[in-house]
């Protein structure tokens, strides 16, 4: 994709003036509101009370107000992307209180919605009239980390079986010019793309594997690591950085759950059948060594095969063995 399409982040280098600004404005306004009064009150000439009451009725009635407009508050880790006359005209990263172009307008494609971050999904409805400090709050852009929780997938892994999978995805805005005008909504653009990421770095891996492969289950953090790589590419044209990802939920579909869990049922005891089965030979062995070494007593081909046979039945039984004394000869 071809970057050079796109706005280039520009920092205004401002000075955290807004205070000195409001004086003066304010100042300035007083004056003028007192030029009016004034005009009425001593007698001066038609033309100069005609000249000083409309000078002082433009700048106390429109041009002061305008120059309120261009007051700006910028809380830490956020940001003011504003445009003038429908051109991008930089944008306000560090925190204070500024002055800038009072017909220069803030941008956020946000504004015109409700967000909430742990599902990251955007609803775009209707505002209610709300308070000038509530609308700034709105137009100011978001630099801090924030959690994006999508809902569960139901994906093919690379076996083809089916899966439930959910991932969580930390991220912030680190070029606002991309976030406001290089796509129409970086939350809902990085939303749809989680979810396609996801869906291509899970069909690569297998659920669980009894080898050394890698699995969705036993190499969680290797699969987290690729769906943030995956997303970070996908995501740098909208100018957001992906911090992390990690797998928040991992299941069989509904419709193989039974079927899986009898398989991992029996592939367990299998696996525990054959510690048994090792360690009952071990023990045999070691049994026949020690009487052997001792000469505590000498038991031909026949005798040995039978006593093998009965010590293998007591330590792989499932069962408690019940004893039988035999007093007489082994038939």
């Avoid at 990421?197 to 290797?222: F, H, I, K, M, Q």
């Avoid at 957001?240 to 193989?256: D, F, G, K, M, N």
């Avoid at 299998?270 to 023990?283: F, L, P, S, T």
């Amino acid at each position: 994709m071809n970057n050079s399409k796109f706005t280039e982040e520009r920092l205004l280098s401002l000075k955290a003036n807004g205070l000195l600004a409001t004086l003066v404005i304010s100042l300035s306004l007083l004056i003028s509101y007192l030029l009016f009064t004034f005009m009425f009150i001593f007698p001066v000439s038609t033309a100069i009370m005609v000249v000083v009451v409309v000078i002082a009725s433009i700048y106390g009635f429109v041009v002061g107000p305008l120059l309120f407009m261009g007051l700006k508050v910028i809380k830490p880790n956020e940001a003011l992307v504003l445009t003038l006359f429908g051109r991008y005209y930089g944008t306000i990263k560090e925190e204070g209180f500024y002055w800038v172009h009072p017909l220069a307008s803030a941008v956020n494609p946000l504004s015109s919605g409700s967000y909430s971050p742990s599902s990251g999904k955007v609803e775009i409805k209707a505002e209610a009239p709300s308070s000038s400090s509530a609308t700034a709050t709105k137009r100011n852009i978001s630099l801090k980390a924030i959690t994006l929780n999508n809902d569960k997938q139901k994906v093919n892994d690379a076996l083809g079986n089916p899966i439930i999978i959910g991932v969580v995805v930390v991220w912030r805005v680190i070029d606002t010019a991309k976030a406001v005008f290089s796509v129409e909504n970086y939350v809902e653009y990085l939303s749809i793309q989680c979810d396609a990421a996801l869906r291509n770095v899970v069909r690569d891996y297998p659920y669980d594997s009894e080898d050394d492969e890698t699995s969705l289950r036993g190499s969680a953090t290797v699969v987290a690591e690729r769906i943030t790589q995956e997303l970070q590419e996908k995501v740098e044209v909208a100018g957001l950085e992906v911090l992390e990802s990690r797998i928040t939920h991992l299941s069989y579909a509904p419709e193989i759950a039974t079927a899986m869990l009898q398989r991992q049922q029996a592939t367990a005891m299998i696996a525990a059948r054959q510690k048994i089965v090792e360690g009952a030979v071990g023990m045999v062995e070691m049994a026949l060594t020690q009487l052997n070494e001792g000469d505590l007593v000498n038991l031909d081909e026949e005798r040995k095969a039978n006593m093998v046979s009965n010590l293998l039945v007591v330590l792989c039984g499932n069962r408690d063995v019940q004893p039988v004394v035999n007093s007489g000869t082994l038939y």
